[in-house]
């Protein structure tokens, strides 16, 4: 098939087609054709992180192909091509008739791979249905079993917008997409809850959306307007996953099920109505408006509330009667408002103010009884809904004292209304202040200096559960100070360099948190250099290193005593530490003007992740147990390091043909304690054992590129 597609590429590449009749028409063809070779291909069971996104065959590859029509240089009709035959294959198709009709079509799949060395037993004897023979495969038949094919996912996104202008004042865009996506993707399947197993299994994805946006635009020199109408709905083929259990063959309440089933993504649907209107206004002064309605649904079948026969029997005995499905209804409300002005020459000011209201409007059903982890019963409870609302304005002021300099100072005003049943507080405010420093007024330089402070606060924090700490502040409710730094620099001291540089700096402290996360700090730093050594030859290079850190304090707790459950001694402290740097270098080179170019890349990205957990003090006042498990570890560092180096030469037979040799390399190396030597049965846990292995690789690639000027199909004389 790839090759098919490839040669018919070809064909249209360097076929110009001649209208006879056609008058002041041209026509121009483009593209790349060629062969990629491989001199150290990584194994199958390492290629996940080299093909990730990506799908990289062998032998006859298309990169890309144009071909258009232009007729008395306004009509066009245009196709554009990459990668021609492949998973990650993206096609265009387009009809421009300015000032009446643009038609696009085009066609961009996306791939995701996710593992290549998985080991998985077991049957899918429908889809989402796995089984198992009885008896169970033992551990080492888990660990020794074969490789199954990659796991992945494939999305074909397939999008049609048609524009069409019966005046000059009035647009209509009609857009109809449609995302099928199919394959596998790993997930987890528990048996019983967190004392008894779990499995590692792969989630069947046959999922479908369909999107389709409508929309009218009036325009003319003072006011502007657009309505808008969207429609969007996912399908789901599958309802559920069901698999065996790998250690269980007989429903128990003691040891759990010998099946496990989870529900997947319901089928549902999302409707918007939306009106824009701008209009401009004295002193340079301009208004928009926005207005937005949402609906959303979903009333997707429930499944059955336990796979257990164990518990199925007692429920159906004892005549329960559970909600059939979640009859979900979800409304939403925008407002958003913008003004900017500039009423004296140096001077610009802008509002804003944007309002979201997000209602719950589901029916609240009574769940008779709770079936926990498919082994015990608990009593029932209400479905619960998420309602919120958020409102937040901001305004700014602009100020060019001098030429070249200007001053901007804003102020953001944003705050938060939730639910008090379902959230600890009901209510947030955060008011944060701006300024920034511009300056471009040299012919070799130019700079920008901002600076940020915030603060967030809530009213009264409520204890929903007497489970929870009443000293812990979740992330998103807690108080919260910020603080934020940006400098960025450019220079060009001579025409033949140019350098750019950044620095940034972010401060989040959480004062009024006991427990809970107590700072989240970021950090940027980064360079870049292009140089013109000689008009035929030119480097540059850059530089960025990242790194955050945030703090968590928590307390281990555990029994029902408050001797257990607020034992200070318990403390713990967690860091977590994630840092990355990359470099890069480039070159290019006119060996033979016009002829004969070089150029080259090379750069290196390391990532370092690490969880640094530590108590203050030494657990005690509980058992030998309770202090052990209460005692902080610090775990092991996860790195990872990728090193593309890529070298190119390019060859100009004539104006119209080139040939292009490139030969690229790829080195990935990575640890991490989770995953690296994973065995897939380790004890009650039972892993497809894949991760993404180290790999080296290197390859070459080999193009034809015909890329011609226009040519043009005389006009007939008839």
Known sequence: MRTVAAVVAAGMMLAVPVAAHAQGTTATAAGEIGIRAFDERPP???????????????????????????????STLQLFGRNIGQKDQDLALRGNLPGTADIQLRWDRITHVFSTNSRFLGTETSPGVYTLPVPRPDTATLNHSAYVAPVRTQWDPVNATITLMPSPLWDFKAEYQHIGKDGY??????FGGSSNNAREINEPIDQSMNDIRISQAFSQKRFQEVVTYAYSQFTNALQSVTSDNPLVTVDSLKLGTSRGRTALAPNNSAQ?????????????????????????????AFIAPTINTQNADSLTRAGYAFPTSLNGSIHTTLTNFTLTSRPVRLVTVS????????????????????VISDRTLAAGAWSEGYPYSRDNADASVSIRPLLPVNVTAGYNWDQMNRDSVVRNVMQVTEKTGRVSFDYAGSRWGSARVSYTYGER???????????????????????????????????????QVSLTGTYEIGRDSFPNSPYGVQHDNSNSIGFDVDITVIPQVSIGGGYLHEWYDNQMRSLYRTGSTTATLDNPTWTWIATNVDSSTTAYATFMATVIPNRLEVSGMWQISKSVFQMQAVNPVTPSGGTAAQNTAATA?????????????????????????????????????????RTTNLAPATGNY?????????????????????????????RSAL
Do not use: C
């Not at 890309?64 to 008395?72: A, C, E, K, P, V």
């Not at 007497?466 to 100070?481: I, L, S, Y």
């Open 44 to 74: 199958d069971s390492a290629l996940a992180k080299f093909i990730q996104y990506r799908d990289m065959p062998s032998g006859l590859i298309v990169p890309s192909l144009f071909f258009g029509i232009n007729r008395d240089s306004l």
């Open 185 to 190: 993707r790993p997930m987890g399947m528990a």
């Open 272 to 300: 918007t109505l939306t009106a824009v209107a701008a209009g401009s206004l004295p002193l340079h002064t301009r208004v928009t408006g926005t207005v937005s309605f949402g609906w959303r649904s979903q009333n997707q």
């Open 351 to 370: 509002a804003r103010y944007r309002s979201y209201d997000f209602k719950d409007l589901s029916q609240r059903d009574s769940i008779p009884i709770l």
């Open 457 to 495: 606060r809530g009213n009264e924090y409520n204890q929903l559960t007497t489970a929870e700490n009443p000293d812990t502040r979740r992330f998103d409710e807690a108080d919260r100070n910020h603080k934020a730094l940006m400098v960025m620099l450019s220079a060009t001291p001579v025409d």
């Open 633 to 673: 570890m610090t775990f092991p560092a996860a790195t990872q390091e990728l090193q593309p180096l890529s070298i190119q030469m390019r060859y100009k037979i004539s104006s119209n043909w080139s040939v292009v040799a490139r030969f690229e390399t790829e080195h990935y190396a990575n640890y991490d304690f």
């Open 686 to 714: 039972i892993f497809q054992g894949n991760s993404l292995l180290p790999y080296d690789a290197k390859y070459f690639t080999f193009l034809v590129a015909f890329r011609p000027g226009l040519i043009r199909v005389p």
